[in-house]
């Protein structure tokens, strides 16, 4: 059975930093597309930064130069690092698996503040 559990939200000033971590079970990790996406209130979930299993990376452009994905396949865990936040990155946070052989998978999400 896949599970996605993300952790490392929380409340954070503007100019802050955070790193969620999302561990990853019941599949092989090291053959998925991981994501993180973000969803703010009254707004449509959105991709913040990806990577494939060759730790190819791909970021929306409102988070680069702020955010970092990687991926280490040993603990099978993925890391948002975000760095320098605003007010605007306050959503809740979601980690996402894509895999041809087994499908979409999320996360339940982990809330990011950011607020003074």
């Known amino acids: 059975q896949v599970q996605l559990v993300e952790s490392g939200g929380g409340l954070v000033q503007p100019g802050g930093s955070l790193r969620l971590s999302c561990a990853a079970s019941g599949f092989t990790f090291s053959s998925g597309v991981m994501s993180w996406y973000r969803q703010a209130p009254g707004k449509q979930r959105e991709l913040v930064a990806g990577?494939?299993?060759?730790?190819?990376?791909n970021y929306a452009d409102s988070v680069k130069g702020r955010f970092t994905i990687s991926r280490d396949n040993a603990k099978n865990t993925v890391y948002l690092q975000m760095n320098n936040l605003e007010p605007e990155d306050t959503a809740i946070y979601y980690c996402?698996?894509?895999?041809?052989?087994?499908?979409?998978?999320w996360g339940q999400g982990t809330q990011v503040t950011v607020s003074s």
């Open positions: 990577i494939t299993s060759y730790k190819s990376t």
């Open positions: 996402k698996l894509s895999s041809p052989a087994i499908g979409n998978y």
